[in-house]
């Protein structure tokens, strides 16, 4: 049995007998079929911090109503993604779900993250309009010590789901530079480590197509920039993100957004 074919089954089949399973992050028997889609109990699930209307029409982010369309960070440059999808803020539990996944190496907390993810990316209707799912790659030294991309066991589990393929089109060209960790250097400084970062691996495939990057947390939008124009410089159609969260920045925890208008283009 495929793995769609086994996901739906499982579904089903969860519908009439309850799962023997438990929860990812506490460990309580899970007892629902939403409990089991998402490998983790209710209790927890109501610990994430969901992101609901108004967001940025660009990166996803939650605005407070009277911040307009669009935060501070996507007036201020150009973005050159069509719009980037999350489901929860990078906080809590759900924050620490992803630093499991990426630095001790519980691989299994993709399933939580990337259920959450596919459906945000249903709810937008990306299935019918996305021609893949491009994971952000990592540079081989750091897979070799992580043992597996967590990007692309994020994309696999959104693709289970909603049944768009992976297609692994980026290449890292360079390491991050200066070294020390992402999240303590400011924005401009992710900005200049991660120019020319990423190349397409085979261009051809990618031409004319829209596509989804997949990363775990966008915050500075850094990442997300340079593999969209990567892409769009191959010569993909459309880019699209899809992340498991959004780190707040100071400047939009200070709002600072405004009236704008994207002319109602849908995400
Ligand atoms: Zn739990
Ligand atoms: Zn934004």
């Given at each position: 049995m495929n793995t769609t074919a086994f996901t739906w089954a499982?579904?089903?089949?969860?519908?009439?007998?309850?799962?023997?399973?438990?929860?990812?992050?506490?460990?309580?028997?899970?007892?629902?079929?939403?409990?089991?889609?998402?490998?983790?109990?209710?209790?927890?699930?109501?610990?994430?911090?969901w992101i609901r209307r108004p967001v940025c029409d660009r990166c996803g982010k939650p605005l407070r109503s009277e911040q307009g369309d669009r935060c501070h960070d996507c007036r201020a440059r150009t973005v050159p993604f069509a719009c980037s999808l999350a489901p929860a803020v990078y906080d809590g539990m759900w924050r620490d779900l992803i630093q499991q996944l990426k630095f001790y190496g519980r691989r299994e907390l993709a399933r939580p993250l990337g259920a959450a993810m596919a459906q945000v990316a249903e709810r937008a209707r990306l299935g019918g309009r996305a021609h893949a799912l491009v994971p952000v790659p990592l540079h081989p030294k750091r897979l070799e010590r992580r043992g597996y991309n967590q990007a692309l066991a994020l994309a696999m589990e959104v693709s289970e789901e909603t049944g768009i393929p992976v297609l692994e089109a980026l290449i890292r060209a360079k390491a991050a530079q200066h070294g020390g960790a992402q999240s303590l250097r400011t924005a401009r400084e992710r900005r200049r480590s991660l120019r020319g970062a990423f190349t397409v691996w085979q261009p051809d495939a990618v031409r004319g197509l829209t596509l989804v990057v997949v990363d775990d947390v966008y915050t500075t939008g850094a990442t997300m920039d340079e593999a969209a124009r990567a892409l769009l410089r191959a010569g993909a159609g459309k880019v699209l993100g899809l992340v498991a969260a959004v780190g707040l920045t100071d400047a939009d925890l200070a709002g600072g957004g405004g009236p704008h208008s994207n002319g109602g283009e849908e995400c």
């Open positions: 499982r579904r089903f089949l969860g519908l009439f007998v309850p799962p023997d399973e438990h929860c990812l992050h506490c460990g309580r028997t899970l007892s629902t079929p939403r409990e089991d889609r998402f490998g983790l109990c209710g209790a927890c699930l109501d610990l994430v911090a």
